[in-house]
């Protein structure tokens, strides 16, 4: 039997870990092959599935020395490739790191690890009145070190932030194996504030110290159906000029509840043009002020019907067709693409009328749900992968979405990340200055680039090299290693 | 005040030349003065850049020249931190402008403003004002002034009362532009709130004291400005422990609780904190040993005096509270001005904190906000050098079992001398090999910041 290159280190994870912590079947390890982002597949070379902080550090030492790359992934629900493996490389999976440490709710604070579901914390604290709150749609089975990674959002963010705004501190174990401790409110450099959504390139997080925040005393959902989204738009903007700022405010267009009516059955008003969601939270009497002020501006935009729901069945009713968008649109289309640019509010209606123009252009169906409050839409781009070209057209629509994204001054990514699907688009949101100035920190945390190497930057500049501009071809292009996007 | 000569005696011979490469950048030159010596260091020149564009030019010929700068807004808090080891430029952000002289880009339907990061705070909030739109930062004055400039803010990361409800700088920055030490020109995040594309170097930057470049524009998420606000506050009685010059007399457990005002203060805070009524700020004011304690909260929105009602209430419980439709006349300004520390403990340990300060027996004023455990501390001039060093070390040591610490923002010159003013972290390598790859020549602010970086 031929001697593989991974053999040598996965014999020595064994002993550190115990052989059950070590994956090196060929069919066991191809579990792990992708992320929630499943057109790009790659198996592992190895799989561990340390226990410990001292565990995960023993690893990375280990990969340091045998100049091996590694990924750290939890439960892999990811959408942009962020915990794709390395088939040269070690896939640390977080899925055993699943303990919460401690709830301290004078401090309003938990100390779970990586591997803990993002709900699962919320589940902890709930009868106590509390709850964790950044909410990304999967976050029954997310895990929070992943959330850190991705600096994940949700529906909710619109009022409460980001992971980072909720992270109050983190022990990470860095690229070259060490366990350091990063605060939130301790002096120096906010390291945490630079790892939380750095896609894993700058280490692991082995703990994290999470905000609680206080149930609120009223929430209330509304959902207002409009003949067109120009109309359901034009409340988001009144809402929001009113200097109401919803706890959430939803889109979606005929498409996607057409989609979402087809799977779930949500019962969303007939000949909906656009749904619009909106929730409020808070004291009651500010709900109850902010709920005539959002009725008002709806109906004058042109809402033809309101639902109101102030219990979580209903609320769940009301949430139902939203939450179920994304697969919802398998009952209407054999494939697409789910796509996550930005665009900044008031850029909303021209955006969206180019996106049905590009639809048009290009005969490919485009279902629009988006997070209408701050601008982040998802739009699926619907195809059939049996005829032939259709997956390159929507492949062309959904890159010239983001596009349209960068032109009017968003993002290219509100909340799935960058990881290896959207390298390529960094040039065109960055210049090779702010490139080059992002890789100062990953060569000051990563100078071997070993901790997820290849995602988030398209051709990351070597740590060796002077910063500034570069000049000339990048060695790794002249060796033929890598391409220039 | 003490100020030195960073260059030594008259200056290198060629400090002449220097200065003509700097005014070919197009920048406002000028020979420094007394009054722009940075933490008793006078620089050499003052420039006065009025873009991004000159701020890189700058940046250039002090890199070809190695020359030392430090960034400054307003000035606020250029007394802060370490003194630089050097200082030979002072590169004054307050003419930055973009964009056709523009100074603010406001986007009203976004909820977003792009700022030049010479702006006083003041300024910014009143041109905002008419969209009934901010920036839900309050600064910190100090006396004469309306908190600085947002680059200042930005770089030395401070934050007032309403860090509570809407967080501090770095949660309010959306996009930000740099110059690094070499002259490169970077932006990071961008106009837009949701963005998770790249790393965030807005965060890396704010609050690093111009040791990793100079911020020139700033990228803010604003809100609305409420329609009310109404504060609520009560008067908790002071330890009646008199204190020892070694600060022995207090540790953990050695006071039962309840014994005085302090002993509840926690559970009021947490009550507070966790209370429906949702206050955005929850500060304490304590002028000093055998003074009184006050506990006040902003409740903002369309039911703030209800809200704020129902917290009067609920501090009844702990002594006579009130509500007022002003904020304290203390509210959101710094407890002094020479001698300035910032403490962190969890907040559900402000009365430890308190003890221990208590327990010195020292003339210190301490306010901040408790609910998001951040409180400043001062002392009237003339404080003696022996015991200013043995606070710092004995309150340090105190708060440690709480995982608090302290820093020394500010201090007349030679009172901190020796002094660790940051105190520990165990990033520092990490913080080292961020300053090393941003500024290789050590040029940016060196030696202000916590391990003498």
């Keep these: ?485 | 005040m003490g100020v030195t000569d960073a260059t030594g005696t008259g200056g290198p011979p060629e400090a002449p030349e220097a200065m003509e490469a700097l005014r070919a950048t197009g920048a406002v030159i000028r020979d420094a003065a007394p009054g722009d010596a940075v933490a008793g260091v006078a620089p050499r020149w003052v420039a006065s850049p009025r873009d991004t564009g000159e701020v890189a030019a700058l940046m250039r010929v002090s890199a070809a020249r190695d020359l030392a700068v430090v960034p400054a807004g307003d000035r606020t808090k250029l007394d802060w931190g370490n003194p630089p080891e050097r200082c030979d430029l002072l590169l004054d952000t307050r003419g930055l402008t973009f964009g056709d002289g523009l100074v603010v880009e406001h986007s009203a339907g976004d909820l977003v403003a792009r700022v030049s990061a010479g702006l006083a705070l003041g300024t910014l909030n009143s041109m905002l004002a008419g969209s009934r739109q901010e920036l839900a930062l309050d600064g910190v004055p100090r006396a004469g002034t309306v908190g600085g400039t947002v680059g200042g803010t930005l770089a030395t990361a401070t934050a007032g009362p309403r860090r509570f409800r809407y967080g501090t700088a770095r949660d309010l920055l959306i996009g930000v532009t740099v110059v690094l030490a070499d002259g490169t020109v970077a932006r990071s995040g961008g106009a837009v709130v949701k963005n998770v594309a790249g790393y965030d170097l807005g965060k890396l930057f704010t609050g690093s004291y111009g040791t990793l470049g100079v911020i020139t524009e700033a990228t803010f998420r604003l809100h609305p400005v409420p329609a009310d606000r109404r504060w609520a506050g009560v008067d908790l009685p002071a330890p009646r422990t008199g204190g020892t010059p070694g600060g022995q007399a207090y540790r953990p457990g050695g006071l039962p609780p309840g014994s005085d005002g302090f002993g509840r203060l926690d559970s009021l805070v947490t009550a507070l904190a966790s209370a429906q009524a949702e206050p955005s700020a929850i500060e304490i004011d304590w002028p000093g040993p055998r003074h009184d304690l006050t506990v006040a909260v902003l409740v903002e929105g369309v039911s703030a005096g209800a809200r704020a009602e129902a917290l009067r209430e609920l501090m009844s419980a702990y002594g006579t509270a009130w509500l007022r439709t002003e904020a304290p006349e203390w509210w959101a300004a710094a407890p002094g001005e020479d001698t300035l520390l910032e403490l962190r403990v969890p907040p559900a340990c402000t009365h430890h904190a308190l003890r221990v300060i208590a327990a010195y027996g020292l003339p210190a004023r301490v306010r901040g906000s408790a609910a998001s455990a951040v409180l400043r501390m001062s002392f009237p001039a003339g404080m003696d050098r022996e015991a200013f060093t043995g606070l710092v070390t004995g309150v340090r040591a105190g708060l440690h079992p709480f995982g608090g610490g302290l820093t020394v923002l500010a201090a007349p010159p030679g009172l901190a001398d020796g002094v660790d003013r940051w105190g520990p972290s165990s990033a520092q390598p990490l913080m080292r090999r961020i300053k090393e790859r941003f500024d290789p020549g050590r040029r940016m602010s060196p030696g202000r910041f916590v391990g003498g970086i």
């Design chain 1, 1 to 485: 039997m031929s001697i593989r290159p991974l053999d040598g280190p996965a014999r020595r994870f064994e002993e550190l870990l115990g052989p059950r912590s070590v994956i090196t079947d060929p069919v066991r390890l191809r579990t792990y092959e992708c992320d929630g982002l499943t057109h790009h597949r790659v198996t592992p070379g190895v799989v561990v599935l340390p226990d410990t902080a001292e565990q995960v550090a023993g690893v990375v030492r280990i990969c340091n020395e045998h100049d091996l790359p590694f990924v750290a992934r939890g439960a892999g629900t990811g959408l942009s490739g962020g915990a794709l493996p390395r088939s040269d490389g070690v896939l640390i999976v977080t899925a055993k790191m699943r303990r919460i440490l401690s709830i301290d709710l004078p401090n309003r604070r938990a100390t779970v690890e990586p591997g803990v579901t993002n709900l699962a914390i919320t589940e902890a604290v709930r009868g106590l009145g509390f709850y964790y709150a950044p909410d990304p749609s999967s976050q029954q089975v997310c895990t929070i070190g992943g959330n850190v990674a991705e600096n994940s959002g949700g529906a909710h963010c619109l009022k409460y932030g980001f992971t980072v705004n909720h992270v109050l501190g983190l022990e990470i174990v860095t690229p070259d194996g060490y366990i350091v401790e990063l605060s939130e409110s301790g002096p120096g450099y906010d390291l945490l504030g630079a790892f939380v959504g750095s896609e894993g390139t700058l280490g692991i997080a082995t703990k994290v110290t999470v905000r609680l925040s206080r149930a609120p005393e009223t929430v209330t959902t509304l959902l207002a159906a409009f003949e067109d989204v120009e109309r359901g738009g034009r409340a988001v903007s009144a809402i929001i000029g009113g200097g109401i700022v919803p706890a959430a405010i939803e889109m979606m267009d005929a498409l996607a509840v057409e989609a979402a009516e087809a799977a779930v059955a949500c019962a969303y008003p007939e000949g909906a043009g656009a749904v619009l969601i909106v929730e409020l939270d808070g004291p009651a009497e500010e709900v109850a002020h902010q709920f005539g002020e959002v009725t008002r501006l709806c109906r004058e935009a042109g809402a033809f019907e309101l639902r109101v729901a102030d219990d979580p069945e209903r609320r769940a009713a009301i949430w139902k067709g939203r939450k179920s968008a994304f697969a919802a649109v398998g009952r209407i289309s054999p494939a697409y693409i789910v796509q996550d640019g930005v665009v900044p509010r008031t850029a909303l209606p021209g955006v969206l009328a180019s996106i049905d123009r590009l639809s048009h252009e290009y005969g490919i169906r485009v279902a629009n749900v988006f997070h209408a409050g701050d601008g982040n839409l998802h739009p699926l781009v619907l195809f059939d992968d049996a005829e032939p070209g259709a997956a390159e057209r929507a492949e062309l629509v959904s890159g010239r979405i983001l596009d349209l994204c960068i032109e009017h001054g968003g993002s290219i990514t509100g909340e799935h990340g960058v990881g290896v699907d959207k390298a390529r688009y960094m040039p065109k949101m960055f210049s090779a200055d702010d490139l080059d100035t992002m890789q100062l920190v990953r060569c000051a945390f990563d100078p071997r680039g070993l901790s997820n190497p290849g995602k988030v930057f398209p051709t990351p500049r070597l740590c060796g090299e002077a910063p500034g501009v570069r000049r000339g071809a990048h060695p790794l292009v002249e060796a033929g290693l890598a391409e220039q996007f």
